[in-house]
């Protein structure tokens, strides 16, 4: 049989792996790369100092909020045993989840809108992997030492000294991850009573998700590292998609690196046919995630910047001008822009759009917010009893009302109704409900018999608040037997 025509395609052969010579199965043929481990060398310069600028103030955020009170209440807690969530002065339910809606919208917008015009800003800079992972590798810089250091001690013997060194960091890097699992937790639960229990060895629900999102720090940050960013953060793959040739990313420029090669500082390398680049590897040995920048932007980058730190560097060093890996546009190496041509760029169509529409979604989440009210009320009628006739004459309908007090302080709310002819409350017209507390009230109906014709007719509920200007209306229907 004739295999079918058409353009040969291209085999790419895969290594055999050496079988055991006992083994009958033959060779072992390779289906993956085994990874490697990659030591980041630490370097200073503007980016890494930005780096760490965001991990204090993120992490200055997450660690200190929860300790924060609002009145007689945690200032950011989000209580889902009771369904009630707290940030600062206001009081959530479970009814204003279109707020927690907006907020996610309002966060995909963000991202597109900062991916089109400089790449992975937040995977760099403020992305949890990332932040966890600088503060695990810092810690294993200060116990085990800079890149080479722990080169060798990884490749060496078992010591003493080596077993210290990597006990120390174990228990350093637990330490870390217990108390952001601790403070995770505390989001959820009020993290000084969440606190007492852990010491007391109670709660153990608790315990359980302290531990759980401590091992999840712990074996992200310690040692999964940028396999996270790689393989399982679905950002890496579609961020393509968002990327034109006017975004600014990490780029090298290869008409003034190339050919790259080690050189004497006070040579005419250029006679030579050398460029700028003196293939120290440096930006490679600097970046965490292990890419070389200068084979062009892979989906691996998260555009630190580290890089750009490394060779202003070298160039410094040799006295050759900065920027031969920098944040540039493709257009701009292209085209050999200077910076402020490339940031005239940045005003383009799709920018604009983006912002437009974050800003029009930041302006309405904010005037809902502002608007609120601060009373929920939900109308539920007793199927028990759909309609009676009382004494006195009078045909009653029976419903629940769930009015829910969204505010800081006791309330008193009047309950009217209105929509037929002689509708009366013949329930309590008054009633009190706590400090952001949910209550659910019987309310009884009533009209004269025979003042309305047989079927259902729309009523509606006012419920006000006594003190304040809260005032929710409900609808609902009145049944008239036949």
Same mark, same amino acid.
């Given at each position: 049989?004739? #295999?079918?025509?058409?353009?040969?395609?291209?085999? &790419?052969?895969?290594?055999?792996?050496?079988?055991?010579?006992?083994?009958?199965?033959?060779?072992?043929?390779?289906?993956?790369?085994?990874?490697?481990?990659?030591?980041?060398?630490?370097?200073?310069?503007?980016?890494?100092?930005?780096?760490?600028? +965001?991990?204090? *103030?993120?992490?200055?955020?997450?660690?200190?909020?929860?300790?924060?009170?609002?009145?007689?209440?945690?200032?950011?807690?989000?209580?889902?045993?009771?369904?009630?969530?707290?940030?600062?002065?206001?009081?959530?339910? #479970?009814?204003?989840?279109?707020?927690?809606?907006?907020?996610?919208?309002?966060?995909? +917008?963000?991202?597109?809108?900062?991916?089109?015009?400089?790449?992975?800003?937040?995977?760099?800079?403020?992305?949890? /992997?990332?932040?966890?992972?600088?503060?695990? +590798?810092?810690?294993?810089?200060?116990?085990?030492?800079?890149?080479?250091?722990?080169?060798?001690?990884?490749?060496?013997?078992?010591?003493?000294?080596?077993?210290?060194?990597?006990?120390?960091? /174990?228990?350093?890097?637990?330490?870390?991850? *217990?108390?952001?699992?601790?403070?995770?937790?505390?989001?959820?639960?009020?993290?000084?009573?969440?606190?007492?229990?852990?010491?007391?060895?109670?709660?153990?629900? /608790?315990?359980?998700?302290?531990?759980?999102?401590?091992?999840?720090?712990?074996?992200?940050?310690?040692?999964?590292?940028?396999?996270?960013?790689?393989? +399982?953060?679905?950002?890496?793959?579609?961020?393509?998609?968002?990327?034109?040739?006017?975004?600014?990313?990490?780029?090298?420029?290869?008409?003034?690196?190339?050919?790259? @090669?080690?050189?004497?500082?006070?040579?005419?390398?250029?006679?030579?046919?050398?460029?700028?680049?003196?293939? !120290?590897?440096?930006?490679?040995?600097?970046?965490?995630?292990? &890419?070389?920048?200068?084979? @062009?932007?892979?989906?691996?980058?998260?555009? !630190?910047?580290?890089?750009?730190?490394?060779?202003?560097?070298?160039?410094?060093?040799?006295?050759?001008?900065?920027?031969?890996?920098?944040?540039?546009?493709?257009?701009?190496?292209?085209?050999?822009?200077?910076?402020? /041509?490339?940031?005239?760029?940045?005003?383009?169509?799709?920018?604009?759009?983006?912002?437009?529409? *974050?800003?029009?979604?930041?302006?309405?989440?904010?005037?809902?917010?502002?608007?609120?009210?601060?009373?929920?009320?939900?109308?539920?009628?007793?199927?028990?009893?759909?309609?009676?006739?009382?004494?006195?004459?009078?045909?009653?309908?029976?419903?629940?009302?769930?009015?829910?007090?969204?505010?800081?302080?006791?309330?008193?709310?009047?309950?009217?109704?209105?929509?037929?002819?002689?509708?009366?409350?013949?329930?309590?017209?008054?009633?009190?409900?706590?400090?952001?507390?949910?209550?659910?009230?019987?309310?009884?109906?009533?009209?004269?018999?025979?003042?309305?014709? #047989?079927?259902?007719?729309?009523?509606?509920?006012?419920?006000?608040?006594?003190?304040?200007?809260?005032?929710?209306?409900?609808?609902?229907?009145?049944?008239?037997?036949?």
């Amino acid at each position: 049989m004739k #295999p079918p025509s058409g353009p040969a395609r291209k085999v &790419i052969p895969i290594a055999p792996v050496a079988a055991d010579a006992s083994s009958s199965q033959g060779e072992i043929v390779s289906l993956y790369e085994a990874q490697k481990k990659i030591y980041p060398r630490s370097i200073s310069g503007v980016f890494a100092r930005w780096r760490w600028a +965001m991990v204090f *103030l993120t992490q200055l955020v997450f660690y200190g909020l929860p300790w924060f009170e609002w009145g007689q209440r945690q200032m950011v807690l989000f209580d889902l045993g009771a369904r009630r969530f707290y940030i600062f002065g206001l009081v959530l339910y #479970p009814q204003d989840f279109i707020y927690l809606t907006g907020l996610l919208i309002i966060s995909a +917008m963000s991202l597109f809108l900062f991916t089109a015009v400089a790449g992975r800003l937040w995977c760099g800079f403020a992305c949890p /992997q990332t932040v966890y992972t600088e503060m695990f +590798m810092w810690i294993e810089h200060r116990i085990e030492g800079d890149r080479s250091a722990r080169l060798r001690l990884d490749k060496g013997p078992w010591t003493a000294e080596k077993a210290v060194k990597k006990s120390l960091k /174990q228990l350093a890097w637990m330490s870390v991850a *217990l108390w952001t699992g601790f403070t995770f937790v505390g989001y959820f639960v009020p993290i000084r009573t969440l606190g007492s229990e852990l010491l007391a060895f109670s709660g153990g629900w /608790q315990m359980f998700w302290v531990l759980f999102y401590g091992v999840a720090t712990y074996g992200n940050a310690g040692y999964m590292r940028e396999q996270v960013c790689k393989y +399982m953060c679905p950002y890496a793959r579609f961020q393509s998609a968002m990327f034109d040739k006017d975004t600014l990313v990490v780029s090298y420029d290869p008409e003034r690196g190339e050919q790259r @090669g080690p050189r004497k500082k006070d040579i005419d390398y250029k006679a030579q046919g050398l460029g700028d680049c003196i293939d !120290c590897s440096l930006c490679v040995q600097v970046c965490p995630v292990g &890419i070389d920048i200068r084979n @062009g932007l892979q989906y691996e980058c998260i555009g !630190c910047g580290l890089c750009v730190d490394a060779c202003n560097t070298v160039m410094d060093k040799m006295q050759y001008p900065r920027g031969l890996i920098r944040y540039s546009t493709q257009n701009g190496v292209a085209n050999r822009w200077s910076q402020s /041509q490339m940031l005239r760029r940045v005003l383009r169509p799709r920018v604009l759009i983006y912002t437009a529409i *974050l800003a029009a979604l930041c302006l309405a989440m904010l005037a809902s917010l502002v608007t609120r009210t601060p009373l929920k009320v939900d109308v539920v009628r007793d199927r028990a009893a759909l309609s009676r006739i009382v004494a006195g004459g009078k045909l009653e309908n029976i419903y629940r009302l769930q009015i829910m007090n969204a505010t800081e302080g006791p309330q008193r709310y009047r309950i009217a109704a209105r929509g037929l002819t002689a509708l009366e409350v013949a329930s309590e017209a008054e009633v009190d409900i706590g400090a952001a507390e949910s209550r659910w009230v019987a309310v009884r109906l009533q009209i004269p018999y025979g003042s309305a014709a #047989p079927g259902s007719h729309a009523v509606q509920f006012d419920v006000q608040a006594v003190d304040r200007a809260a005032h929710v209306t409900e609808k609902s229907v009145f049944l008239v037997p036949r």
